[in-house]
């Protein structure tokens, strides 16, 4: 058998099980879970206007924008540190301020 054919063979098996999965037939062999978080909700609490807020946490408006509409998402520490100020606004702005 060819390196090519290997190839397609695997390929369709792939397709073959997500197909399946799909229809419930089958359990995937893991599941990814993207965590979203309300950034422009989590702003909302603060009272903060994008200007304001985006200072605070140390990114740019436009990084602020991209967030709030969906456009991309945060990762990392900007994740944790926004769970941070949607649990407790006023503690987390006043500490940012400081």
Known sequence: ???DDTLFDELHTSLKQAVAIRKGEMQPSRVFKVETIDVKATREKTRLSQREFAEAIQVSVRTLQNWEQG??????????????????PDVAVRALRA
């Open 71 to 88: 456009h991309r998402n945060p990762t990392g520490p900007a994740v944790a540190l926004l769970k941070i100020v949607a649990s407790a």
């Open 1 to 3: 058998m060819k390196k």
